[in-house]
């Protein structure tokens, strides 16, 4: 498929010819993004998360009172989870609340997040993002002009220094490499910006993808 790119002032730039395995699927899976999301969410907690428990309130231990005769419960410390005061029962730990997700399974769901920008229209080819001085007003009224609001932006493999600088203010304005693409910011940005260094190495990277025999009789099917 062909897409036409832009520049950053909003001048055409030639046309892009992207892979149909990437991004040129029609049913998109929302289960597939929901996975990823999960995970990549689930990931990213600290679990940090921990109450105290019996032996680490500092609760005097002696017993309340004698153990028989009262006519109340039989009771042998203020630490237990029923007093004001005491430990918590089976409360949160300090763990890591990640899982595993098979790597063709991201892969694919990548592939799928793609794909949902181009179907909807929310995805830009830039020939470069390159600026001359890092000023910030400068850019958000190029930002402006094209429309780009609540937008994530994947600038290459690495980031023009003076780009990074100017943007980094922005409200909304997600910049990252290559490497920092992932389904979650793409899926909650209004807009996916791309450079053609971007597309190169997304096309390379996934470029020997196999298709599923599901996806293979689908595709047979339509």
Same mark, same amino acid.
């Given at each position: 498929?062909?897409?036409?790119?832009?520049?950053?002032?909003?001048?055409?730039?030639?046309?892009?010819?992207?892979?149909?395995?990437?991004?040129?699927?029609?049913?998109?899976?929302?289960?597939?993004?929901?996975?990823?999301?999960?995970? %990549?969410?689930?990931?990213?907690?600290?679990?940090?998360?921990?109450? /105290?428990?019996?032996?680490?309130?500092?609760?005097?231990?002696?017993?309340?009172?004698? /153990?028989?005769?009262?006519?109340? #419960?039989?009771?042998?410390?203020?630490?237990? +989870? %029923?007093?004001?005061?005491?430990?918590?029962?089976?409360? +949160?730990?300090?763990?890591?609340?990640?899982?595993?997700?098979?790597?063709?399974?991201?892969?694919?769901?990548?592939?799928?997040?793609?794909?949902?920008?181009?179907?909807?229209?929310?995805?830009?080819?830039?020939?470069?993002?390159?600026?001359?001085?890092?000023?910030?007003?400068?850019?958000?009224?190029?930002?402006?002009?094209?429309?780009?609001?609540?937008?994530?932006?994947?600038?290459?493999?690495?980031?023009?220094?003076?780009?990074?600088?100017?943007?980094?203010?922005? +409200?909304?304005?997600?910049?990252? +490499?290559? #490497?920092?693409?992932?389904?979650?910011?793409?899926?909650?940005?209004?807009?996916?910006?791309?450079?053609?260094?971007?597309?190169?190495?997304?096309? #390379?990277?996934?470029?020997?993808?196999?298709?599923?025999?599901?996806? /293979?009789?689908?595709?047979?099917?339509?």
């Amino acid at each position: 498929m062909k897409l036409s790119s832009i520049n950053l002032d909003g001048k055409a730039a030639g046309d892009v010819e992207l892979s149909d395995v990437i991004f040129g699927i029609t049913d998109i899976r929302g289960d597939l993004l929901a996975r990823y999301v999960n995970w %990549q969410l689930a990931k990213r907690r600290a679990g940090t998360h921990k109450v /105290q428990t019996r032996n680490e309130n500092s609760r005097t231990g002696k017993k309340m009172y004698k /153990q028989k005769g009262t006519g109340g #419960a039989r009771h042998g410390s203020r630490r237990a +989870p %029923q007093f004001v005061g005491g430990s918590r029962a089976f409360g +949160p730990i300090v763990r890591d609340h990640g899982f595993d997700l098979p790597k063709k399974v991201r892969a694919l769901a990548l592939r799928h997040a793609l794909s949902s920008k181009v179907k909807t229209g929310d995805l830009v080819v830039v020939d470069a993002l390159t600026v001359k001085e890092a000023k910030t007003s400068a850019l958000r009224e190029t930002f402006g002009k094209l429309g780009w609001t609540r937008t994530l932006i994947i600038a290459g493999p690495e980031v023009d220094a003076n780009f990074a600088l100017a943007s980094r203010n922005i +409200p909304q304005i997600h910049v990252l +490499p290559n #490497a920092g693409l992932n389904v979650y910011d793409i899926l909650r940005a209004d807009k996916l910006v791309l450079t053609k260094s971007a597309v190169e190495a997304i096309e #390379a990277t996934y470029a020997d993808y196999k298709p599923s025999r599901r996806e /293979q009789a689908e595709k047979e099917a339509a």
